[in-house]
């Protein structure tokens, strides 16, 4: 196993936390990287699957670009990757490997009229993680994607970058690489196949750890008739949340939780006991958050003062109470039944039986942690949820204006303008009416199995008080 030394934790820290969230992720370079020069490779060899370049790579996946900066003293910048993408170099052969972490999906770049900010810790509403995923399918299906073709043009495109290749260990590299990618297109297939087109900011994270599960356990993880689309959630709520999921399917020590997400990434359960102190490192850094962003416009303060009376009267004994700053004062996690919330009910049965029996494998869990399906969603922490659109477990509501209009009178097709300013009206993502041709950035939501638009009548029963509400969540 290669083990880089910026792995080491010797003591738990924030900022031990914070640079695996933001920069280093949790490692397992060998299952969970690529080497630079090969990765270069498929950028170039496969423009029309990748991009061409790591700039190009973001705009299709819905990462955060950054240009490349040679000046700059962070290899991560100086290759121009992503935010969230991390060049780790293996001790063994001093190869640089690309390596993903948790911002790569949980940080957005916010515009509103007259700022922007990137926040790290929110969901990503553009990431198409599944799409990522599928490029590296698709490129190991090639005809042309053999040892000889990608092992010269990775000497050719290393040597271009100063990038080091030694002569001993770049075969093993190339034939390791290519084994790899085969085998994982061939696990993944019918993961790929079912997340096709998926929705930007979502994913399938309980088919994606069927997957790894299966193999882990040597068992057959079966999906459910539906895929349980789920929003990359904020996670300004983790240091009152007791699960850290939208269902609460899984329970266990916080801090082994906040680690074991990144088994569905390929991380292996023995990578985890070797490094014992990163899930206590993220917890110490998710428990406290930075500051974000205040609404940008100013709200009528009686408007949201009579709103905070009615939140206590309507939403309290489920979303908790809030302090003047927006923090949580009092939140008790709880599962509310799907009967009652009546929201679209996919990911919330997304476990099927052999996911459950292979989740609490004792040889995988010893016992830390267990999953059982709740039939139910838990109500989640609002603060800072102005910047959060589109809202829901799956992103199934653009704004809070859609909350607040009546179930079956929410629009069904809507075109999401991701990269427009945000909708401080609404309070949301700006949306136009379908039809016409798509353009960058815009993307065509239409509610459908995991994706529907119901429930949640809550808001829209307060009828005009809603707005009321809505000016309170503008303070949180
Ligand atoms: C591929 C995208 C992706 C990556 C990478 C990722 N996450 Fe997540 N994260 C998700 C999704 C999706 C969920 C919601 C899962 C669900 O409920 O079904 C989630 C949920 C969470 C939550 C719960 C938030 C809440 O309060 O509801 C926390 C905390 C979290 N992730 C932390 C992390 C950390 C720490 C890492 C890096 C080690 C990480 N995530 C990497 C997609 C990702
Ligand atoms: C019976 C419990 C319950 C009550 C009462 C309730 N909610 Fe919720 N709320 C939930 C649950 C559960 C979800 C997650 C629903 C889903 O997507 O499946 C949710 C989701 C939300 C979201 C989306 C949050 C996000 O992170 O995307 C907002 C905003 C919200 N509720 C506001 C309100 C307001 C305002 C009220 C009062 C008018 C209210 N809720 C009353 C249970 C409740």
């Not at 000497?155 to 260990?169: C, I, L, N, T």
């Not at 999921?245 to 292996?268: C, H, K, N, Q, T």
């Not at 859609?402 to 991701?418: G, K, N, S, Y």
Request: net charge negative; glycine share 10%.
């Amino acid at each position: 196993m290669s083990d880089p030394a910026e792995y080491a934790i010797d003591h738990v820290s924030r900022d031990a936390g914070e640079q695996i969230f933001v920069r280093t992720g949790i490692g397992d370079p060998y299952r969970t990287g690529v080497p630079y020069p090969l990765f270069l490779v498929l950028l170039q060899a496969y423009p029309d699957l990748f991009g061409a370049d790591p700039q190009a790579m973001a705009r299709r996946f819905g990462f955060i670009a950054r240009d490349p900066d040679p000046a700059s003293d962070d290899p991560d910048v100086r290759a121009g990757l992503p935010v969230g993408m991390h060049l780790t170099t293996d001790p063994l052969t001093g190869v640089p490997f690309v390596v993903n972490a948790c911002a790569l999906c949980h940080a957005e770049r916010l515009r509103w009229p007259g700022g922007e900010q990137v926040i790290v810790g929110l969901g990503s509403k553009h990431v198409r993680i599944h799409a990522y995923d599928a490029a590296f399918v698709a490129a190991a299906r090639r005809d042309d994607f053999t040892i000889d073709r990608l092992g010269a043009l990775a000497a050719e495109a290393a040597a271009a970058r100063d990038v080091p290749w030694p002569a001993v260990s770049r075969d093993d590299l190339v034939v390791g690489t290519v084994a790899a990618l085969r085998d994982r297109a061939r696990r993944r297939a019918a993961l790929v196949a079912r997340t096709a087109d998926g929705p930007p900011g979502r994913v399938a994270p309980i088919e994606a750890f069927a997957v790894a599960l299966g193999e882990a356990t040597g068992t057959d993880v079966a999906f459910a008739d539906d895929v349980g689309w789920a929003k990359v959630p904020d996670v300004i709520g983790f240091a009152s949340r007791v699960t850290l999921s939208w269902d609460g399917i899984g329970e266990g020590p916080m801090d082994v939780l906040v680690v074991e997400a990144d088994f569905a990434a390929g991380v292996r359960p023995a990578w985890f006991w070797d490094h014992p102190l990163q899930g206590a490192s993220l917890g110490a850094y998710l428990r406290q958050p930075a500051p974000r962003p205040r609404f940008p416009r100013p709200v009528d303060a009686a408007l949201a003062a009579r709103g905070r009376a009615l939140f206590e009267d309507h939403c309290e004994r489920c979303h908790g109470r809030y302090g003047d700053d927006g923090r949580v004062v009092d939140y008790d996690e709880t599962v509310v039944e799907l009967a009652v919330v009546g929201t679209d009910p996919a990911r919330a049965r997304a476990a099927t039986p052999s996911f459950v029996a292979a989740a609490n494998d004792p040889a995988l869990t010893r016992g830390l942690t267990r999953v059982a399906p709740t039939g139910g969603y838990v109500p989640p922490v609002l603060t800072n949820v102005w910047t959060r659109a589109p809202y829901g477990h799956a992103g199934q509501w653009p704004s809070l204006a859609v909350i607040a209009t009546p179930p079956d009178q929410r629009p069904t097709e809507v075109v999401l303008r991701l990269d427009a300013d945000y909708d401080l009206d609404a309070v949301g993502v700006a949306t136009r009416a379908p039809g016409g041709a798509l353009g960058d950035g815009e993307y065509l939501a239409t509610a459908g199995p995991g994706l529907g638009v119901g429930g949640h009548p809550f808001l829209a029963d307060l009828g005009a008080d809603a707005a009321a509400v809505i000016a309170y969540l503008e303070t949180l």
